[in-house]
């Protein structure tokens, strides 16, 4: 069986039509999805493979995606270092990390013990997709594993919970870098582990999530995450893992996120992609492959805004080497005819590549 559109242009292939899928396209705007919800919380979801590998599944079902991303969260790894936190609906933890103590003690755990159930639903869902490709006749739709970016999930770590400046986390790299710097390091390792065990269950590539990449200034991002972000691609580009990394709000650091050995990137709504292609190069000259970027804004404002907003980019973004994607999460009040008006949009682009 041929790869999928999804898995060709990640390796840098030119395809019919681009690939499509959606950030948090396994959520609550999809009723198959609020019926299971209402019997479970997130966790208990997340924690059951079945169910995890069920609720996947339910938007390539639904409208054909090319591309699934495992249920799971950014802080799931995060059980395995002892750390309690709960949902409420982001994330919340008992006790921030602040100190020295708290950042030292942390543990190493061992591959296997890292959210152990991310890894079995995606073997899940592999033979998932696989079932299903073999019945249609089609190509596979490509499977993706994720983690969040070392400094993401210190944001997290040290502030408690979401925030739009984080400035617990701010306080910590000023008064003590060293500091900050050990929690980098030990939560990249982590992160490398984990990428590493969702490689091995059938993920074809994970997205590293830098949802708050844009906290800090340029000066100290390079200082004092740069480093870690880098030994993170470089360590699984040398594995031979495909990546892609997602950048959100950090419009003073995109060329730097282009310049990280990742395989794809992604950026926010509030970018301008066909600038980053420029930047990068085309794909036939050794540019990055580029996802995004349609402000998910665009359907809540209902089917027509989602079509118009959508040929916008199909109309300024070369095909080649673009997968399509939101430029951030689905709104869980989105209706469904803007979804299917979207697919339908980037469906029905017969591209010249073919
Ligand atoms: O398609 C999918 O839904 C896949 C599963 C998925 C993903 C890829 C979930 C389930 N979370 C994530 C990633 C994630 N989680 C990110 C990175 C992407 C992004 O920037 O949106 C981040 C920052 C989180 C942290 C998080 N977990 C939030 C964000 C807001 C905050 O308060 O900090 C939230 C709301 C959660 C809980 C969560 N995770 C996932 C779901 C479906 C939910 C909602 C739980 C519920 O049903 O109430």
């Not at 479970?40 to 979801?45: G, I, L, R, V």
């Not at 984080?166 to 390792?189: M, N, Q």
């Not at 995450?225 to 990546?243: C, F, K, M, Y």
């Not at 650091?253 to 292609?277: E, G, I, K």
Request: aromatic share 6%; glycine share 8%; charged share 20%.
């Amino acid at each position: 069986m041929t790869d999928g559109i999804f898995l060709r242009t990640l390796k840098g292939e030119a395809t019919e039509r681009r690939p499509l899928w959606m950030l948090r396209q396994a959520g609550r705007y999809l009723p198959e999805y609020r019926e299971i919800r209402k019997d479970h919380n997130f966790e208990a979801m997340s924690l059951n493979t079945d169910v995890a590998a069920e609720v996947t599944l339910q938007p390539i079902d639904r409208f054909g995606f090319d591309a699934a991303i495992v249920f799971a969260d950014i802080m799931s790894p995060v059980r395995a270092l002892g750390i309690p936190f709960s949902f409420n609906p982001g994330p919340v933890l008992e006790a921030p990390l602040r100190s020295r103590a708290s950042i030292e003690s942390l543990p190493t755990p061992d591959k296997a013990e890292i959210a152990p159930e991310v890894p079995a639903t995606l073997a899940k869902v592999r033979a998932g997709l696989e079932e299903r490709a073999a019945k249609a006749g089609t190509p596979r739709a490509g499977l993706i594993g994720f983690a969040a970016a070392p400094l993401t999930l210190a944001c997290y770590l040290i502030e408690g919970r979401g925030n739009r400046d984080f400035p617990a986390l701010r306080g910590l790299l000023l008064s003590d870098p060293a500091l900050f710097g050990d929690l980098l390091e030990k939560v990249t390792s982590l992160t490398i582990e984990y990428l590493r065990a969702q490689y091995e269950a059938g993920a074809d590539v994970v997205q590293i999530f830098d949802s708050w990449a844009g906290t800090l200034s340029a000066r100290d991002w390079r200082e004092h995450v740069q480093p870690h972000l880098s030994t993170l691609a470089e360590q699984l580009a040398s594995d031979g893992i495909p990546t892609i990394m997602f950048a959100n709000g950090a419009a003073h650091l995109s060329p730097l996120y282009l310049s990280l050995p990742s395989t794809v990137n992604q950026f926010c709504w509030r970018t301008d992609l066909p600038a980053m292609r420029d930047l990068t190069g085309a794909v036939s000259d050794g540019g990055k492959v580029l996802q995004g970027n349609l402000d998910p804004a665009a359907l809540l404002a209902g089917p027509e805004a989602t079509a118009r907003a959508a040929q916008a980019i199909l109309d300024r973004m070369p095909a080649h080497g673009h997968i399509f994607n939101l430029g951030h999460g689905i709104d869980k009040d989105t209706p469904l005819e803007s979804v299917a008006a979207l697919v339908e949009t980037v469906h029905n682009e017969s591209s010249a590549l073919a």
